[in-house]
């Protein structure tokens, strides 16, 4: 069996607002499948700030999935920012948004990654392959009037978190204003296609919240990613996905986080032991 993961986080951006935790949900991440889940260093895959480029995702991505098999364990984890955009090609047609993540380069004129481009990704993987996707970053349509993102640096380190959400520009905007109202609940990066047994997404918030980039513990980390590793360490890596959801959701409530952590997959990978197809003994 083999493993493989690919590790993206972006704290330094070319062009758009900067974060702080992404790093460090990358590191903490990493060393949560090197310690509980027998990955080596030649099994995973980083790319953080300048290095996280579309097109080096987008190879990076390739390098996950090539000759993948039957019982092979895949992860992609990404933090940074995320958004929406209008779908424009007319295959959208349950919700009419694109949901997308930010890469270094990021630009509104195609430099992003859709829920289009991993779906044609992951969907092509054989039957057997067990893929775990984390998705640290806010991918909300109530916040396309959001302000910008950036937290003054007079006010320290300790004040609100910062959303993970890019507000696309007023030209983006303008192509679907007023018609808000008339789309479908949007679908995010799911897909009909694939199967939801072997092909598992762990998003950070609800497709209407925004994801925290905080101060927690003396560092800057994802609030998701954060209660992820902390209750899986607590564990000692031994506990299910529906339990490790519901203490993360109870953690993030406790400490005054509005963010829902959401968890896509089948009730039978719902009681299975986190990073695993088996049932949790």
């Known amino acids: 069996m083999a493993r493989r993961a690919l590790m993206v986080g972006v704290n330094d951006y070319k062009s758009i607002n900067d974060l702080s935790g992404c790093i460090n949900d990358v590191t903490n991440m990493r060393s949560i499948l090197t310690t509980y889940l027998g990955f080596t260093n030649n099994d995973i895959r980083v790319l953080t700030d300048s290095r996280a480029t579309k097109a080096n995702i987008m190879t990076r991505l390739g390098w996950l999935t090539k000759n993948a098999k039957a019982g092979d364990y895949l992860v992609f984890h990404y933090s940074g920012h ?23 380069d990021m630009n509104w004129d195609g430099t992003f990654i859709t829920d289009d481009d991993l779906n044609k990704t992951f969907k092509a993987l054989p039957d057997g392959v067990l893929l775990e996707v984390f998705l640290d970053a806010c991918h909300s349509g109530t916040g396309l009037r959001e302000a910008g993102l950036g937290r003054p640096a007079e006010l320290g380190p300790k004040n609100a978190p910062v959303a993970r959400f890019l507000p696309p520009p007023m030209d983006i905007v303008c192509r679907h204003e007023g018609e808000e109202d008339t789309l479908k609940p949007k679908r995010g990066f799911q897909s009909a296609k694939r199967s ?21 513990g003396g560092t800057y980390n994802g609030a998701f990613t954060y209660y992820f590793c902390k209750h899986m360490r607590a564990a000692g890596g031994n506990i299910s996905r529906n339990d490790l959801l519901t203490r993360i959701r109870n953690s993030l409530r406790h400490e005054g986080y509005d963010q829902v952590p959401q968890l896509e997959c089948e009730a039978t990978a719902r009681a299975a032991k986190a990073f695993s197809a088996k049932t949790k003994k």
């Open 196 to 216: 939801t047994l072997h092909h598992i997404l762990w998003a950070g918030c609800r497709d209407n919240q925004t994801s925290a980039d905080a101060y927690i």
């Open 82 to 104: 995320g958004s929406q955009i209008r779908d424009r090609d007319g295959d959208e047609l349950s919700d009419n948004m694109d949901e997308l993540i930010c890469p270094y």
